[in-house]
Antibody, heavy 124, light 106 residues
């Protein structure tokens, strides 16, 4: 069955960086894009962007464009999200979620499978 | 950015009730709308995509309709397992979510 398994909770100080991983199984990794979203406490999910796992192309939300990098390791069927210059407002649960392969433009897609979420806490 | 607005924000209902949640887009999104259910501490779960297509394995109690800027999610007969928060998501231009509708016990 399709599974997306994320790395564990992280605590960081303001100004630091964090990496969250998302290991996929149960399907052909390079046939779907991995999207990253986050959800602050009591808030709606917020889309951060996607990575095309087949060719490595990325699309970032303007909100995060200068602070985030997505990457993937196809041999490990794992996607990564790096977020830099952390602020207290970045405290949230970060999710990876699967969509069809997205290649260009501004079209998105619905998220059929989600990881379990990774809590990132930013506190001094 | 396309803004998504759900109503109501909170809905109190009893088991067996018919429940309707509305989602409005700030501009036309055709039928590129999905609905999710989220329970505390869990990831959102896809219920409906393309406005009215039921995700595989999801109960037929759930149905969706609409196109353009106005959409609805209907639960035909509320069950105990349905008390949760529901989100709409547009994917016509990147992706944005509504603010959520919490369905709680009356």
């Amino acid at each position: 069955q399709v599974q997306l398994v994320q790395s564990g909770a992280e605590v960081r100080k303001p100004g630091a960086s964090v990496r969250v991983s998302c290991q996929a199984s149960g399907y052909t990794f390079t046939s779907y894009s991995i999207n990253w979203l986050r959800q602050a406490p009591g808030q709606r999910p917020e889309w951060m962007g996607w990575i095309n796992t087949a060719n490595g192309n990325t699309k970032y939300s303007q909100t995060f464009q200068d602070r985030v990098t997505f990457s993937r390791d196809t041999s490990a069927t794992t996607a990564y999200m790096d977020l830099r210059r952390l602020k207290s407002e970045d405290t949230a649960v970060y999710y990876c979620a699967r969509t069809i392969l997205l290649s260009f433009g501004d079209l998105g897609d619905y998220f059929d499978y989600w990881g379990q979420g990774t809590l990132v806490t930013v506190s001094s | 950015d396309i803004q998504m607005t759900q109503s109501p924000s909170t809905l109190s209902a009893s088991e067996g009730d018919r429940v309707t949640i509305t989602c409005r887009a700030s501009q036309s999104i055709s039928d590129r709308l999905a609905w999710y259910q989220q329970k505390p501490g869990k990831a959102p779960k896809l219920l409906i995509y393309k406005s009215s297509s039921l995700e595989y394995g999801v109960s037929s109690r759930f149905s969706g309709s609409g196109s353009g800027t106005e959409f609805t999610l209907t639960i035909s007969s509320l069950q105990a397992d349905d008390f949760a928060t529901y989100y709409c998501q547009q994917y016509n231009s990147y992706s944005t979510f509504g603010q959520g509708t919490k369905v709680d016990i009356k």
